[in-house]
């Protein structure tokens, strides 16, 4: 898949053309000089569009300036990119973007003395051409360092470009999005700056749920050509189904801004706005259901705290009879029993005390 690196919304910076990069990025390699190219090379994979040609190239003039690593680096990131069909007299025995990186990948292993890894780049760049049904063929009058031809030349048959966009169409119209998006991807392939086909290609994406690629293509949209209202559309669309609304919004109402008879734009307004409104009345719904369980929690804790005084209550009841019974009864005898007894004491007393003094007074 392509991979759009180095993109920076929040600054403003202007780029050249990537034909007049191109054009003396040529220049140089015509004359040899890949130290002088490589530095336009570097310019090339700065853009914030980009594409996997700049970086085979830049591989190609490091493996010419012996800097194997950095030829390996450049043709790691050259796989990064979607596998598109190249002209087979670009780099003998490759029909594909990724056989031509894996070649020059292999070359470098073999310069660093990595012969394992060599011989494994070269198997998968074997893989590859024979998936295509096609045979692998050695190395001829040209070799892997040779420069790159089709980057001295131009963006590519956008004729042909066109009339693969236009098979996208028809797939994309019955629904065949997969279909479609290879044919998208094979007229990026040849003109790598149509603004029409990475919005096409967002659209297929978009179908197919692969929202962080759409968003890559959306990008290339609004950086290729900041007058077309599409680009922001489509950042808005993907914003939307992302559930961020405010940057849907924003999106939309640029899109109107740049076209403002522009139906599709205002359509997705509209439906923006309704499910702005769904979305408030659910999380109003769900603030009252979470405010209602709060109540029903407070209930049920002062109904639980009611419980326990009642049964504090009955307790202290409890104590306190026990305690009363205590002050009339000490081991089952009662104060009227103790009061009784010490009466019939005291009475037996004073008998004793008058029979004495009868005796005594009859002696």
């Not at 010419?64 to 007299?89: G, M, R, S």
Request: hydrophobic letters at 35%; glycine letters at 6%; a neutral charge.
């Amino acid at each position: 898949m392509w991979k759009f690196l180095g993109f920076d919304e929040g600054k403003e910076q202007v780029f050249r053309e990537p034909q007049e990069i191109l054009a003396d990025a040529s220049a140089k390699l015509e004359s040899n000089d890949y130290e002088a190219a490589l530095k336009f090379f570097d310019e090339l994979c700065s853009l914030p569009v980009q594409s996997a040609l700049p970086f085979l190239s830049r591989a190609t003039c490091h493996l010419q300036l012996k800097n194997f690593e950095k030829a390996i680096v450049d043709c790691k990131q050259v796989l990064q990119f979607l596998n598109t069909d190249i002209d087979p007299k670009i780099a003998e025995g490759c029909t594909t973007l990724h056989s031509a990186a894996l070649l020059r990948m292999s070359s470098a292993h073999k310069e660093l003395g990595q012969m394992e890894e060599a011989k494994s780049a070269l198997i998968r760049k074997d893989a590859i051409e024979a998936k295509k049904g096609m045979k692998s063929s050695k190395n001829g009058g040209k070799n892997e360092n040779d420069s790159d031809d089709f980057l001295m030349q131009n963006t590519g048959d956008s004729k042909k470009a066109e009339a693969l966009r236009l098979e996208g169409n028809e797939l994309y119209r019955k629904a065949k999005y997969k279909e479609a998006l290879e044919k998208y991807r094979m007229g990026l392939g040849i003109d790598i700056y149509s603004e029409k086909l990475h919005s096409n290609s967002c659209l297929c994406l978009i179908q197919l749920g692969d929202l962080d690629m759409a968003q890559k293509h959306a990008l290339q949209v609004t950086s290729l050509n900041d007058k077309w209202a599409k680009g922001p559309y489509l950042l808005g669309k993907i914003a939307m189904i992302r559930e961020n609304y405010s940057e849907a919004e924003s999106q939309f109402n640029k899109s109107l801004l740049l076209d403002e008879n522009n139906n599709t734009a205002k359509n997705a307004l509209a439906e923006l706005n309704m499910k702005k409104k769904s979305s408030a009345e659910s999380n109003s719904s769900n603030l009252r259901n979470r405010k209602s369980q709060k109540n029903s929690n407070s209930k049920s804790t002062e109904n639980k705290g009611s419980l326990k005084q009642s049964s504090i209550t009955g307790n202290s009841s409890i104590l306190q009879s026990i305690d009363q019974h205590n002050d009339e009864s000490y081991f089952g005898i009662s104060k009227t029993d103790i009061k009784n007894g010490t009466l019939e004491i005291f009475a037996s007393l004073i008998g004793i005390g008058l029979t004495w003094l009868a005796t005594k007074n009859f002696k």
